[in-house]
Nanobody, 117 residues
Framework: QVQIVESGGGLVQPGGSLRLSCVVS????????MAWYRQAPGKQRELVAG????????NYADSVKGRFTISRDNAKNTVYLQMNSLKPEDTAVYYC??????????WGQGTQVTVSS
């Protein structure tokens, strides 16, 4: 059974930075494209950033381009999301999962990111 554990969230002021981590266990990891998603209160979950299995190609939602960077370490079964220049509208619970939305694993608990002064 696949387990996903996200961490690294917290409360940060506008303009600040956070680095999220996501560790996947129970599955072969390095063959799957991965992604970070987020869900703000009252909104649908949205894809924020994706990365190919080898880490060579990334893609981002327009709202985070130039501010967020996704990366992965296949030796550690871990995906990262470096978030810079954070805005209040980035406030959400952040999750990671496969990028193929038709083949998602069970969601982890997510990590809360709150951007507020």
């Amino acid at each position: 059974q696949v387990q996903i554990v996200e961490s690294g969230g917290g409360l940060v002021q506008p303009g600040g930075s956070l680095r999220l981590s996501c560790v996947v266990s129970g599955s072969i990891f390095n063959i799957y494209a991965m992604a970070w998603y987020r869900q703000a209160p009252g909104k649908q979950r949205e894809l924020v950033a994706g990365i190919t299995s080898g880490g060579d190609i990334t893609n981002y939602a327009d709202s985070v381009k130039g501010r967020f960077t996704i990366s992965r370490d296949n030796a550690k079964n871990t995906v990262y999301l470096q978030m810079n220049s954070l805005k209040p509208e980035d406030t959400a619970v952040y999750y990671c999962n496969r990028q193929n939305v038709g083949r998602l694993w069970a969601w982890g608990q997510g990590t809360q990111v709150t951007v507020s002064s």
